[in-house]
């Protein structure tokens, strides 16, 4: 299925800004033996599709599930905005998948696998005001009431 629609092409443009994320299961470590992560995004393609790496631990060889539940969430310290990823995941096995993707000889060891996940649901939470540590006190109470009086701009997209 492809997303052709402007809701897709947004998060795509938004991984690819920020391209570093955290990557979580829903899956105990004894049932999944991936740990949660910090994960570099290889690529997004345009059948919703997310392929990264991500630590294995120990041996993995017949212990991965087929497919699993996952997030990414993506933030940029002193950024605009945050992003929430969530989808079915899996271990991507198949030799030219692999052959794709492998950079770096140590990438492709016995601990790193190569995940691919399909985006079902992505929440963009926009930051009123970047961060910034040099803010004055008058900025900063400013700052503070506007974070209580008005809500954070949140937009939900799903990909089912």
Not at 47 to 67: D, E, K, M, R
Not at 71 to 88: N, P, T, V
Not at 91 to 112: C, E, H, P, Q
């Amino acid at each position: 299925m492809l997303y052709p629609d402007e809701n897709y092409a947004l998060i795509q443009k938004l991984i690819t800004e920020i391209k570093i994320a955290l990557f979580k299961t829903d899956i105990s470590d004894k049932e999944l033996p991936i740990s949660n992560d910090i994960v570099s995004i290889l690529e997004t393609d345009s059948q919703g599709n997310i392929w990264f790496y991500a630590t294995c631990l120990g041996n993995y060889a017949g212990n991965v599930l087929n497919n699993f539940q996952a997030h990414l969430d993506f933030y940029q310290k002193e950024g605009a905005y945050r992003l929430r990823i969530k989808g079915e995941a899996s271990v991507v096995t198949y030799g030219n998948m692999l052959a794709k993707f492998v950079t770096d000889r140590k990438m492709n060891s016995r601990n790193n696998i190569l995940i691919q996940m399909k985006i079902q649901q992505a929440v963009y939470y926009e930051n009123r005001r970047p961060l910034h540590s040099s803010s004055t006190f008058k900025t900063s109470i400013r700052g503070f009431f506007s974070d209580i009086l008005f809500s954070q701009k949140i937009r939900e997209f799903n990909f089912n």
